[in-house]
């Protein structure tokens, strides 16, 4: 098991560390576990703290990591989201394809499931497992997601927003399209689970024997598809019966602005200002962009785009990660539109810029400055055309991998 744990403190030495002991082999044989040995880079991969070739890197330097190994696989399954990302844009968070036919999906998720008191064991604990770490492990994000969708017939796109804004990890392309894979949105059928499966790979407290849910997948997947109405009732009226008094978990509030003291404020601007003359670079540093390198005599301004954030609120959790991060990698931070950040630079100074900036603003409002764009890591591999699936993916990344990462490492 990975000593680790969810404990994810916002430094260099936490994801180095992380990145060091990891071992493929053992990863390959746990990772379905909750308690298996998995890497926890996850919310240092998000915020680019390092990027996956760093990773893969990383790894190659202690261990062979060919891309047949599932730990390879698995960063090429993030590298595919973003891939889908770039090329769909805002359409992830729409049905890609059509799911399972003939179901209508509520809206909103129910309050029981915001609350961890549906009584079912396993989604109560992933529930309060998210809340109290900002972390699930992905089997369990798959379990509570395919419980959402298709046990409790609720709209992807409600449980997929909910979940982003607790999980420190929370990446628009890997999460929202993860639970469209889930919901049969963007893969061939419904995923499913049972409590055999729970029973198999998780702790004893999160077992559902004698639920509904100790069942085959046969009769899962009937309730999935509207087959077996009153079936899957009966995890409406679990719910509904469940002691929420005595088990409900109060849901961490979420902010489109960090609750904690990282801004610099208009003295703070001015003397950010005064420093950057004609011909210096200022390098704005976004909360998916944290890398701790920097050029000599570079200011680094920490960018916080209220416009996006108001859109999609953070937990308390998730603003301490980043809040603490800025504070190291940056010299001020700023918050607010970053035309406005623009505006106050005085002209002829130059920005140095993270290439995924361009999603945040237009790049008609950015060409008013003269920015050169960085890539923050480069990715695995950047097929030319979309793959609408990961194996599609993976054939393309497969043959190009071993040039793309550094031959001399093994």
């Known amino acids: 098991m990975n000593a680790f744990g969810q404990d994810f403190a916002s430094t260099d030495e936490a994801w180095q560390a992380r990145l060091a002991a990891i071992r493929p082999a053992e990863y390959a044989r746990t990772r379905n576990h909750l308690r298996g040995a998995v890497s926890y ?6 915020h680019g703290f390092l990027g996956l070739q ?9 261990h062979a990591l060919g891309s047949d190994d599932k730990l390879f696989s698995e960063f090429a399954w993030r590298a595919f989201f973003h891939h889908v990302h770039s090329h769909l844009g805002d359409r992830i968070f729409e049905d890609i394809r059509p799911g399972v036919p003939g ?3 509520a809206a909103a998720l129910p309050q029981d499931i915001r609350e961890g008191c549906t009584g079912l064991p396993v989604i109560d ?3 309060g497992t998210l809340y109290a770490t900002g972390y699930l492990h992905n089997h369990a994000r798959m379990w509570l997601a395919s419980y959402v969708v298709h046990l409790r017939h609720v709209h992807w796109r409600a ?9 420190l990890d929370g990446d628009l392309a890997s999460n929202h399209l993860s639970w469209q894979w889930v919901a049969s949105t963007f893969s061939s059928k419904p995923y499913l689970f049972n409590a055999e499966n729970v029973a198999k790979y998780a702790p004893s407290a999160w077992h559902c024997t004698g639920t509904p849910l100790d069942t085959s997948y046969e009769h899962l997947e009937l309730m999935a598809r509207g087959e077996d109405e009153p079936g899957r009732r009966r995890f409406e009226s679990m719910a509904q019966h469940a002691e929420r008094h005595a088990f409900a978990q109060s849901e961490p509030s979420l902010s489109a602005r960090c609750p904690l003291s990282v801004y610099a404020g208009q003295d703070g601007i001015q003397a950010l200002v005064a420093r950057a003359q ?4 200022v390098e704005l540093v976004h909360p998916w962009a944290l890398s ?4 000599p005599d570079v200011l680094r301004v920490g960018l916080l785009h209220l416009p996006e954030h108001s859109r999609r609120p953070w937990s308390e959790r998730r603003w301490r990660f980043l809040a603490e991060r800025m504070r190291a990698v940056c010299d001020v931070v700023w918050a607010g539109p970053v035309g406005t950040l623009l505006e106050e630079l005085p002209k002829g100074v130059g920005l140095i810029a993270a290439a995924s900036l361009q999603c945040i603003q237009t790049q008609a409002q950015l060409n008013r400055a003269r920015i050169r764009w960085v890539h923050e890591s480069p990715m695995l591999t950047e097929p030319d055309r979309l793959c609408r699936s990961f194996s599609q993916f993976i054939r393309a990344v497969k043959p ?3 040039s793309a990462l550094n031959p001399s490492i093994r």
């Open 54 to 62: 760093d990773a893969v890197n990383g790894v190659r330097a202690n």
């Open 400 to 402: 190009a991998a071993p």
């Open 278 to 281: 004609p011909g210096s670079f």
């Open 103 to 105: 179901i209508r999906y």
């Open 125 to 127: 604990q992933a529930v």
């Open 41 to 46: 880079l996850s919310p240092y991969l998000t």
């Open 159 to 167: 449980g997929a927003d909910w979940m982003y804004g607790h999980l």
């Open 292 to 295: 701790s390198r920097s050029q």
